[in-house]
């Protein structure tokens, strides 16, 4: 910490009146900590740097600045908008969305439905599993569990069938996330370690691993704080940071190339959106807008729709 701040910080612990610019600093990453985040010899509890910067512990509203941005204002929300699910019409091409997201007003979950629209205006049946609304059990806790995911022993657990009858019925399994310290959130994880267990989607052959899950394609959408500051996936950089976003891209490729192949499905990529219109700005319903045209270009280029 610089030498002012140090004043300041020592200004506020001896309880001295500070200005409130420099009681709460969110221009500069939450630079200064007041006193209350300090603990009885005056060490700075990590963690709390952005929360007293955006005035404690009170959750993200309308505007979160917090978290790059991520919350759509309330006039621009989707939420009320669902898709209508899967039939047993044998003439119908299926998409399959696995939400890990609790926050329906984030532009994750926007995100989701905008592609959701555009699958069904395209005329496929659309089903969304929201696995924290669904209360989804991602946890392999068990050497029963253990086994069954990695091996295929035993008996396949209740939640787990409901989940595969899903993906059986799917053509397009879609993963909706947001960036989590550039891998999966727990939830979805644990999704694909529990339901694309082996015996389900694949199994030991006489050469080697068995895809049994033929002509499925699997895909990511993804909102992220700082990935390089592009739109969609390798050659999308807007060329805002090229060389940071293909490196990047590269390595989400190799994990979802390994996720699909193993099980013969088509990987078919992700759209990653690292250009979030902030919060206050004052033409946000024209840029959410823009962003979500951009997601359905992307979706009917790599689905060749």
């Not at 941005?69 to 969305?97: C, E, H, I, M, N």
């Not at 500051?229 to 060329?239: K, R």
């Amino acid at each position: 910490m610089s030498s002012p701040f140090k004043l300041i910080a020592v200004l506020i612990a001896a309880g001295f009146c500070v200005p409130a610019a420099f009681a709460a600093d969110a221009v500069t990453s939450a630079s200064v900590v007041p006193a209350a985040q300090k603990t009885q010899d005056g060490a700075v509890l990590e963690g709390t740097k952005t929360l007293a910067a955006k005035g404690g512990d009170r959750l993200p509203d309308n505007v979160d600045a917090v978290t790059s941005a991520s919350v759509v204002p309330v006039q621009y929300r989707q939420t009320d908008w669902k898709p209508s699910g899967f039939t047993d019409a044998k003439d119908k091409k299926r998409a399959l969305f696995i939400l890990d997201d609790p926050r329906h007003e984030s532009v994750t979950y926007d995100l989701c439905v905008t592609a959701m629209k555009f699958f069904e205006e395209k005329g496929f049946e659309v089903e969304l599993r929201d696995l924290i609304a669904n209360k989804f059990n991602p946890l392999i806790t068990t050497r029963e569990e253990f086994y069954h995911a990695k091996d295929g022993f035993g008996k396949t657990p209740a939640d787990v069938l409901t989940e595969q009858a899903f993906v059986k019925k799917a053509d397009h399994i879609i993963f909706v996330q947001p960036n989590w310290q550039d891998t999966d959130p727990m939830f979805t994880k644990g999704y694909k370690l529990r339901v694309f267990s082996k015996g389900f989607s694949y199994d030991d052959g006489p050469k080697g691993r068995v895809g049994l899950l033929p002509g499925k394609t699997f895909y990511t959408i993804m909102n992220a704080g700082w990935l390089g500051m592009g739109q969609g996936m390798s050659g999308d950089s807007l060329n805002k940071n090229p060389q940071e976003w293909e490196t990047w891209m590269f390595a989400m490729r190799v994990v979802d190339d390994d996720a699909a192949v193993g099980k013969d499905m088509k990987n078919l990529g992700r759209f990653v959106n690292d250009r979030t219109p902030s919060n206050l700005d004052p033409n946000y319903g024209e840029k959410i807008e823009a962003l979500r045209a951009v997601l359905r270009k992307h979706l009917a280029r790599d689905f060749n729709l």
